[in-house]
C-alpha cells in the first residue's frame, strides 16, 4: 500500500484529536446523566416516573453506543495515520479525496466505494 505524501498528516491529527476530546467529553457527561437516570429510577415510587426515566436511560444508552462507536472510528483514523495509510480507502487502496478528509476526517473509504 503506498503512503499518502499530499496530506498534511498533522493537520489532520490534531483535527482527529480534537474530535476525540469532544468525544470523551460528551461520553462522560451522558454517562453522569445515566447514572443520575439509573439513581431517579431506583428511588422513584411512580410507574410513570420510572417508565419515563427508564425510556431516558434507554435513549442515552444508545447515544453512548453511537458515541464509542465514533471514538473507535477516530482512533483508528489516528492508529491509520501512525502506520501510513491514512487517506487511502480501504476497499480500493485509492486514495480519499481531501474535500472528504476535511469533511470527515476519519473517513475510511471512498464516498462510492
Do not use: W
Amino acid at each position: 500500500m503506498k503512503k499518502r505524501e499530499d496530506l498534511d498528516l498533522e493537520h489532520f491529527r490534531k483535527l482527529l484529536e480534537a474530535e476525540r476530546e469532544r468525544l470523551l467529553k460528551e461520553i462522560d457527561g451522558v454517562a453522569a446523566d445515566t447514572r443520575g437516570l439509573d439513581a431517579a429510577a431506583s428511588e422513584a415510587e411512580d410507574r410513570g416516573d420510572v417508565a419515563e426515566l427508564d425510556a431516558q436511560n434507554a435513549i442515552d444508552q444508545r447515544l453512548l453506543q453511537d458515541l464509542n462507536r465514533q471514538l473507535e472510528e477516530v482512533n483508528a483514523a489516528l492508529k491509520r495515520i501512525e502506520e501510513g495509510s491514512y487517506g487511502l480507502c480501504e476497499k480500493t487502496g485509492k486514495p480519499i479525496p481531501l474535500a472528504r478528509l476535511e469533511a470527515y476526517p476519519a473517513a475510511r473509504t471512498l464516498a462510492d466505494a
